[in-house]
């Protein structure tokens, strides 16, 4: 089959994995949440040897996902698994969770229950990294982002940029803390997060 593309992730690939060599550089089991086309998992894959990618993704999606990693043919991406946040979760435990533009396009049920179940697939001092845009304060951060905002609920009522306080509220409930806060090109962010509780 041909592979699905997104030019979006050829264009923030390299910024993020800027980060993720920053703060993936001592773990080793990756869980990819929401892998979309799995550009990124190949990519941060092929960059990181030392990670096993675990990809993961809506049944619809893996077949695309698929396609990269066999053309791939990475040591370090075994088969995506298929994750819907509220259905049945990978067993773990994962030193490292990463998840591209996926906050957004979940309804706030969905997101609250994902920052709800890594506990239980993360071990202690798990690190978190979440890339794409967020609000602060209650305020959109640039005039792109109020109108990506506005095309995302006229797309879809649940949709929406979140507000980085009710998201770090999550996380803590989930005993991570923020330990980074990274501008992004486009407007985008880098957040992580470290587990701090068991």
């Known amino acids: 089959m041909s592979k699905p ?3 979006s992730c050829e264009r923030n690939r ?3 994995l800027a980060v993720l060599r920053d703060h993936f550089s ?3 089991q990756v869980l990819e949440i929401g892998s979309g086309t799995g550009q990124h998992a190949v990519h941060f894959a092929a960059a990181l040897p030392q990670l096993t990618w675990q990809s993961s993704d809506r049944a619809e999606n893996l077949s695309g996902i698929r396609a990269w990693f066999d053309e791939a043919d990475l040591p ?4 995506p698994l298929t994750l819907d946040v509220g259905g049945t979760w990978p067993a773990g435990p994962f030193d490292a969770v990463f998840s591209a533009n996926t906050l957004h396009i979940m309804a706030w049920p969905e997101v609250q229950c994902l ?3 890594l506990p239980a697939i993360t071990g202690p001092d798990a690190i978190l990294v979440v890339y794409g845009p967020f609000n602060y304060g209650g305020r959109y951060s640039s005039d792109s982002n109020a109108a990506f ?3 995302l609920k006229a797309r879809d009522a649940h949709m ?3 507000d980085a306080e009710a998201v770090d509220a999550l996380a803590s409930d989930a005993g991570f803390v923020l330990i980074d806060d990274i501008a992004m090109p486009a407007n985008n962010r880098c957040r992580v997060w470290r587990r701090i509780r068991v």
Do not use: K, L, V
């Open 5 to 7: 593309h997104s030019p």
């Open 14 to 16: 390299e910024p993020i």
């Open 26 to 28: 001592d773990r080793r």
């Open 76 to 79: 370090n991406t075994p088969p």
């Open 115 to 117: 920052f709800a179940r």
């Open 149 to 151: 905002d506005q095309w």
């Open 160 to 162: 929406g940029i979140r």
